[in-house]
């Protein structure tokens, strides 16, 4: 029974990674056991391949699609002095010009409209309801006045 679910489990494990439409593209990983690895993934339109050496720094370069349609490649290297693009267009950075940006505008304040209501009303009791009260004062003042000649 154990051999089945372990045969099962493969078959569905080989099911579920997944795949590539038309085989578009490759992967290849290799790894060492002293940290080391190096692995080229290629598609249909990018690319990336990165290798780690033992001191622990990183070099590599991934090719994309720019916004022109032209494959761009970035090479890049990682290590103690941190990431940093050695080859590639990178973007560059806006230039200060000296001109101060444009203070906050005021923005008019659109409130939503006030209705008036009807001036307050206080409720009228029904007569049950003041009949109710007028009885349940009537037993509640013969109870304090009972209470008062008790307590002394």
């Given at each position: 029974m154990h051999n089945i679910l372990v045969l099962f489990s493969l078959f569905v494990a080989a099911l579920a990674r997944p795949h590539l439409a038309d085989n578009e593209g490759t992967v290849s990983v290799t790894q060492s056991t002293l940290g080391t690895y190096k692995y080229?993934?290629?598609?249909?339109?990018?690319?990336?391949?990165?290798?780690?050496?033992?001191?622990?720094?990183?070099?590599?370069e991934y090719t994309i699609l720019g916004d022109d349609g032209k494959p761009r490649t970035f090479k890049y290297t990682s290590g103690v002095?941190?990431?940093?693009?050695?080859?590639?267009?990178?973007?560059?950075?806006?230039?200060?010009?000296?001109?101060?940006?444009?203070?906050?505008?005021?923005?008019?304040?659109?409130?939503?409209?006030?209705?008036?209501?009807p001036p307050f009303v206080p409720v009228e009791d029904t007569p049950e309801v003041k009949a109710a009260k007028a009885a349940f004062y009537a037993v509640y003042k013969s109870a304090l006045d009972a209470a008062a000649v008790g307590a002394q």
């Amino acid at each position: 029974m154990h051999n089945i679910l372990v045969l099962f489990s493969l078959f569905v494990a080989a099911l579920a990674r997944p795949h590539l439409a038309d085989n578009e593209g490759t992967v290849s990983v290799t790894q060492s056991t002293l940290g080391t690895y190096k692995y080229i993934v290629q598609l249909k339109d990018s690319s990336h391949f990165e290798e780690r050496f033992p001191d622990g720094s990183v070099i590599g370069e991934y090719t994309i699609l720019g916004d022109d349609g032209k494959p761009r490649t970035f090479k890049y290297t990682s290590g103690v002095g941190g990431f940093k693009i050695i080859d590639g267009p990178v973007p560059v950075a806006p230039v200060d010009n000296g001109v101060a940006p444009l203070p906050v505008q005021p923005v008019p304040q659109q409130l939503s409209p006030v209705y008036g209501l009807p001036p307050f009303v206080p409720v009228e009791d029904t007569p049950e309801v003041k009949a109710a009260k007028a009885a349940f004062y009537a037993v509640y003042k013969s109870a304090l006045d009972a209470a008062a000649v008790g307590a002394q």
